[in-house]
């Protein structure tokens, strides 16, 4: 069975960083891509970023391009999510998932505000 911890949420400032973090069990990420998702109040749950599975190419949603990195470390069966300049706009729960499998975690809150 596949289970997501997400951790690393917060509240922070407008134009401050924080770094998601997922540990992976009962899987092995590294046969996966991964993937950081986030939903925010009345809102459908949206596309952040992507990784490979060997981690040679990510991918990411305009609205995050140049602020967050996606990243991951197939020993640790982590994936992180580095977010930086951080907007009001950012306010929601963030999850990870194994793309291609239907699992969730219970997803960690992220909230920008002054």
């Known amino acids: 069975q596949v289970q997501l911890v997400e951790s690393g949420g917060g509240l922070v400032q407008p134009g401050g960083s924080l770094t998601l973090s997922c540990i992976v069990s009962?899987?092995?990420?590294?046969?996966?891509?991964m993937g950081w998702y986030r939903q925010a109040p009345g809102k459908q749950r949206e596309f952040v970023a992507t990784i490979t599975a060997v981690g040679d190419y990510t991918n990411s949603a305009d609205s995050v391009k140049g602020r967050f990195t996606i990243s991951r470390d197939n020993v640790q069966n982590t994936v992180y999510l580095q977010m930086n300049s951080l907007k009001p706009e950012d306010t929601a729960v963030y999850y990870c998932?194994?793309?291609?499998?239907?699992?969730w975690g219970q997803g960690t809150q992220v909230t920008v505000s002054s």
């Open positions: 998932k194994a793309m291609g499998l239907f699992a």
């Open positions: 009962g899987i092995s990420i590294k046969n996966y891509a």
